[in-house]
């Protein structure tokens, strides 16, 4: 019968360390995605802004040597991160390809112009200096008109602002849930201890030898499962970066292994502080109040 009490609580105790490490696991991991998206929130900025192009539209009567010299200029700008020159007949194609249907043999003639296609560094694509650009390039007597959508730009810019401040307030609100969470996974392992606590109290053991093993037993738990999740982090960063290479997640790996270390920082901190005001709270309990 003893035995099989003591297999019983084995199981008991087994599963409770389990179910700590889970939620270990699955709130720093949370919390690392979360954490990632922030770092490289400025990243995923640049990258959807310098998606947005400029076009300039060429007059008929333009020479190759205008449009060789200005895309040049455009090249040594500081506003510039590409060029892309575009022909009539080659946007005459985009747009066949893109409608089904060959449009010039309707109206007898090619519609397009000239283009060239200009791609900015992230800094520069904001409708004030956007309309500064397109003021200086109507200058040049070559250029016909200057397009850029507007409403996509203010809509991006105004979006950006919004998502980085819910990010970072998502964020803050789950540290706090993520730490709520734990501690409660830590105070059920400790209560199912209680008696054990009580009893060595009461043969004069003090209050920091009887903590000390709790709090070593729920660092090793915070240990392995930060550790699991900043497994899991690697995973999502690889996948997300062999997908998506363009956003460069892993493109500064100390970057990466300082939030890394971050998880696990937490995981000990949160493990530690939690054990501690949990073994606190049954020490300070009468006999009769543990039943």
């Known amino acids: 019968m003893s035995k099989s009490f003591d297999k019983y609580q084995k199981r008991r105790l087994i599963s409770s360390y389990f179910s700590v490490i889970i939620s270990i696991t699955l709130v720093l991991f949370l919390l690392g995605v979360l954490g990632m ?3 490289n929130a400025q990243k995923v900025e640049t990258h959807f802004k310098e998606q ?58 090619n519609p397009f112009q000239n283009s060239i296609d200009v791609y900015l560094n992230s800094e520069f694509v904001t409708l004030n200096k956007l309309e500064e650009i397109k003021t200086n390039l109507l200058q040049k007597s070559y250029v016909d008109e200057v397009r850029y959508d507007v409403d996509l ?66 660092i090793r738990l915070g240990i392995l499962g930060s550790l699991l999740a900043v497994a899991g982090l690697v995973v999502v ?20 292994a300082s939030l890394c270390t971050g998880v696990v920082l937490l995981g000990i901190l949160i493990t530690w502080i939690s054990t501690f005001f949990a073994t606190q709270r049954f020490l300070n309990l009468k006999t009769d109040d543990l039943y």
């Open 37 to 39: 998206l922030v770092i």
């Open 52 to 109: 947005i192009a400029l076009s300039i539209d060429l007059k008929e009567n333009v020479k190759e040597i205008e449009i060789a010299q200005l895309q040049k200029n455009l090249k040594l700008s500081d506003y510039v991160k590409s060029t892309r020159f575009i022909s009539k007949e080659e946007a005459a194609e985009i747009a066949q390809e893109e409608n089904g249907e060959k449009f010039m043999d309707f109206i007898g003639y």
């Open 153 to 218: 730009v203010s809509l991006m810019n105004k979006n950006v602002k919004r998502i980085s401040f819910w990010l970072i307030a998502i964020s803050i609100v789950f540290a706090f849930i993520a730490m709520l969470l734990i501690n409660s996974s830590i105070r059920l392992a400790v209560y199912s201890k209680r008696f054990i606590i009580k009893t060595m109290q009461m043969v004069g053991a003090t209050k920091h030898f009887i903590r000390r093993p709790f709090i070593w037993k729920s």
């Open 237 to 256: 960063a690889y996948y997300l970066d062999k997908n998506l290479p363009e956003l460069n997640l892993l493109s500064n790996p100390t970057l990466f």
